[in-house]
Structures are given as structure tokens and as C-alpha cells.
Antibody, heavy 122, light 110 residues
Framework: QVQLVESGGGVVQPGRSLRLSCAAS????????IHWVRQAPGKGLEWVAF????????YYRDSVKGRFTISRDNSKNTLYLQMNSLRVEDTAIYYC???????????????WGQGTLVTVSS | QSALTQPASVSGSPGQSITISCTGT?????????VSWYQQHPGKVPKLIIY???KRPPGISNRFSGSKSGNTASLTISGLQAEDEAHYSC??????????FGTGTKVTVL
């Protein structure tokens, strides 16, 4: 079955960097776009970034542009989120989620991984 | 990229129907038929229950239905059951490859 497994979360100081990974299995990873979504403790879901099936196009929410980079390695069936200049307000559970399309977005996110917690604190 | 507006909480008795609204703008809900809804139980992963505004994925109860009018999307849960107690979030495509989620609604079964 389709499975997404995030890793790489942890506690980091403000201004530092962290790289998250999302390992995919159960489907042809190189055919689909993938999203990152986050959820701060006790708060709602917040879309973070999206990458096309081939990595040729990437999109970000305004608050992370210039700080976060989404990328993928289709040979390893793995998605990444490089997070630089981290802020306290980036503290959240980060989920990766599959798009039903490869390029132009399919319009929904399914399934989701179990998430990885990132805590930005001094 | 302002969040879509949802009521913070909605409640109902078992068997009743409730409706959760999701209000956006002409830049998101009003421009695209790409609204999805997610159910999230405490400590669990979000689960897709409605996509393309009105469609249900396989395995999702027909007690869940979606609709849209103008800049507002809605999720209706009919025949409310105890297991429906959860958080519900709407999501819309917002153009330029970006998405926006709603503020989230806690559903309580009385």
C-alpha cells in the first residue's frame, strides 16, 4: 500500500538548519507531486510547499520562501525539505502528502505520512 | 495566503446533521473547484474525506457530503455518530501551485 514515512525532526536553535526526509513506497514515486504540510501544536494545518513529479517546479508559502527548499531524489524514492534560518514559529509537526497528479496539481492530498516534529527553541 | 475561515466548533446530537462552512475568496475557493476536506482525530494523521468539492474517496461514508457556493465551501455530516467527533479542515487550491487550509473546526458529538 502507499506509504510515506517522514524523518529528521528534532530540537534546533533559532537561526539553525534542519533537513527533513520523506521516504515513499507502494507507488511509482517519480510519477507524482508531493506536498509538505505543517501543524503547530494545537493549531490548524498549514500548507508549506509542493514539488512536481520531476522536481522541475517548486512552490512555497510566503513565510518560508527563501528559507526552505523542497527537493526530491526519484532514484531513492525520497522527498526532502531543507529548512534554514529556522524561527520559533516554524515549530510544528511536518507531514508529507501525495498529490494525485504529477505536474499541475491534482487538487487534494492523500495519503499523508505520520509526521515528524520540529521544535525550534533556544 | 490567509487561511480559509471555518467556525472554531460545531456540535450536534447523535443522528443529527451538522454543516461546517469554509469561507475563502475569489482567489481560492471562488476560482477553483479544488476544495478538499480532511478529518483528524486527536494524535492522528489527517484523512481525506472529500475532494473536488463533492467527491468521496473509496471507503468514506456517504454520510459525508460536500458543496460549494461562490467563495464558500461546506461539509455536511448527516446521521452524526460518536466516531465523527474530530477536527475537520478544508483546503483549497489558491493558484500558482499553492494551497491554503482552513482554520479548522472541532466537531463535538453531544
Amino acid at each position: 500500500q502507499v506509504q510515506l514515512v517522514e524523518s529528521g525532526g528534532g530540537v534546533v536553535q533559532p537561526g539553525r538548519s534542519l533537513r527533513l526526509s520523506c521516504a515513499a513506497s507502494g507507488f511509482t514515486f517519480s510519477n507524482y507531486g508531493i506536498h509538505w504540510v505543517r501543524q503547530a501544536p494545537g493549531k490548524g494545518l498549514e500548507w508549506v510547499a509542493f514539488i512536481w513529479f520531476d522536481g522541475s517546479n517548486k512552490y512555497y508559502r510566503d513565510s518560508v520562501k527563501g528559507r526552505f527548499t523542497i527537493s526530491r531524489d526519484n532514484s531513492k524514492n525520497t522527498l526532502y525539505l531543507q529548512m534554514n534560518s529556522l524561527r520559533v514559529e516554524d515549530t510544528a509537526i511536518y507531514y508529507c502528502a501525495k498529490d494525485p497528479a504529477g505536474g499541475y496539481t491534482g487538487g487534494w492530498l492523500d495519503p499523508w505520512g505520520q509526521g515528524t516534529l520540529v521544535t525550534v527553541s533556544s | 495566503q490567509s487561511a480559509l475561515t471555518q467556525p472554531a466548533s460545531v456540535s450536534g446530537s447523535p443522528g443529527q446533521s451538522i454543516t461546517i462552512s469554509c469561507t475563502g475568496t475569489t482567489s481560492d475557493i471562488g476560482s477553483y473547484n479544488l476544495v478538499s476536506w480532511y478529518q483528524q482525530h486527536p494524535g492522528k494523521v489527517p484523512k481525506l474525506i472529500i475532494y473536488d468539492g463533492t467527491k468521496r474517496p473509496p471507503g468514506i461514508s456517504n454520510r459525508f457530503s460536500g458543496s460549494k457556493s461562490g467563495n464558500t465551501a461546506s461539509l455536511t455530516i448527516s446521521g452524526l455518530q460518536a466516531e465523527d467527533e474530530a477536527h475537520y479542515s478544508c483546503c483549497s487550491y489558491a493558484g500558482g501551485g499553492t494551497y491554503v487550509f482552513g482554520t479548522g473546526t472541532k466537531v463535538t458529538v453531544l
